[in-house]
């Protein structure tokens, strides 16, 4: 009976934590960076894809899988987004996906915190990031921010800092579904 017991545990653990689908419509990557020390650059990159599952109750089990696509960068000026997909910047040719893979999700008094490893270009850098979570009927929406560097992603190298700031502020909107 008792191995019985445990073995429904474990089933009813596995079923609870199945992969929740992203809404790629809902789930957008914003930036903001200055330009020319004047203004603000805001961008979206959109189209999200992977896996989400989270849960509060089993952060252990809980992963984040996910990746951008680089050619839907839109900052509202054709110019300007066909010079960020270029050789100049992202390389979308050659490195057509921003990917972050999580490495371990926690909960602290401060919130909620993933780590995990955070991909542009051909650089990978270990990155933690603070979240919220809340609910909208069926949906789970998880939201975050962070500030990167791009020239630690080799983002941009020969343009100046004061042609486009290097520090990047980045809000992160995911959106699942199934829970």
Do not use: W
């Amino acid at each position: 009976m008792k191995k019985n017991l445990v073995f429904i545990f474990f089933v009813a653990q596995a079923f609870s934590m199945v992969a929740q689908t992203i809404d790629s419509e809902q789930s957008t990557i914003t930036f903001l960076v200055s330009n020319f020390r004047v203004r603000t650059v805001e961008g979206i990159i959109s189209d999200m894809k992977g896996t989400a599952q989270f849960d509060t109750d089993n952060l252990e089990a809980s992963r984040f899988d996910v990746s951008l696509p680089v050619a839907t960068i839109n900052t509202e000026n054709d110019k300007r987004d066909t010079h960020l997909k270029s050789e100049d910047f992202f390389e979308v040719d050659t490195y057509p996906t921003i990917s972050f893979i999580s490495k371990e999700i926690s909960k602290t008094p401060k919130g909620l915190f993933v780590s995990g490893d955070l991909t542009i270009k051909d650089v990978t850098k270990g990155v933690e990031i603070p979240f919220t979570e809340s609910k909208e009927g069926n949906l789970q929406i998880l939201e975050g921010s962070i500030s990167i560097k791009r020239r630690d992603y080799n983002v941009g190298e020969g343009t100046s800092n004061f042609m486009v700031g290097n520090e990047i502020r980045v809000k992160i909107r995911c959106v699942v579904s199934g829970v």
